[in-house]
Structures are given as C-alpha cells and as structure tokens.
C-alpha cells in the first residue's frame, strides 16, 4: 500500500511562490505516475499537474500553465509541485496522488485514473 505525504503549504502573498513536496512510502515509487490536484470547498477536485513514470512526459490544468512546475527526484520517492506568481485564485487544499501503471510515458489528468491519495497541504494566497 502507498502511502503519500504532502508537505510545503502555507500562506504567501500574491505572486510570491511555494514549493510543495509529495514523499511517497510502501511501493516501488519508480512505476507510478503521479499527479497534483487542489480543491476548494463546494467545487470538485482539479487537476494542477501530472507527470509521467518517466518523468519525461507531463501535463497542466490550463490555469496554472506557464506559473507551475511538476518534477520527479531521479533519486528517491518525491514529486515536486514548483508554484510561481501564485494568485488569490490558487487558494486550496493542494492533493498528491499516485497510480500504478505499465505505461511510463503517460500522464494522467483525471482524478478517477488515481488509486492513491495523500491527506493534502493547504495553500493561502493573500492579495
């Protein structure tokens, strides 16, 4: 069983920027794509970024192309949600999650293709 630990949420003021982390435990890190997603209260969960088991491939929601960086550590369990010119708008709790696959050139963007999630990290953006 995987398990998923997201760390570096806090409050910053807008455009300022925040490096979350997702450290993952229980499984063989390498053959998982992984993905970062937020949510808001009253509104569904939505994809931020997803990356590759790779980590060559990788996708963004259309609101945060250009402003976030998802990366995988060559060495060890972590994914990297790098978060610049953050915008009240970006305000929620911030979910890592993981899914086993053979393909390691895919991405995946709906949270239905997740069968792991983390407790999530909440993220503050003041204007």
């Known amino acids: 069983q995987v398990q998923l630990t997201e760390s570096g949420g806090g409050l910053v003021q807008a455009g300022g920027s925040l490096r979350l982390s997702c450290s993952a435990s229980?499984?063989?890190?390498?053959?998982?794509?992984m993905g970062w997603f937020r949510q808001i209260p009253g509104k569904e969960r939505e994809l931020v970024a997803a990356?590759?088991?790779?980590?060559?491939?990788?996708g963004y929601g259309d609101s945060v192309k250009g402003r976030f960086t998802i990366s995988k550590a060559k060495v060890g369990n972590s994914v990297y949600l790098q978060m610049n010119s953050l915008r009240p708008e970006d305000t929620a709790v911030y979910y890592c999650?993981?899914?086993?696959?053979?393909?390691?050139?895919?991405?995946?963007?709906?949270?239905?293709?997740?069968?792991?999630w983390g407790q999530g990290t909440r993220v503050t953006v003041s204007s």
């Open positions: 990356i590759s088991v790779n980590g060559e491939s990788a």
């Open positions: 229980g499984g063989a890190f390498t053959v998982y794509a």
């Open positions: 999650a993981a899914t086993l696959t053979p393909d390691r050139d895919e991405y995946y963007a709906g949270t239905h293709q997740y069968k792991f």
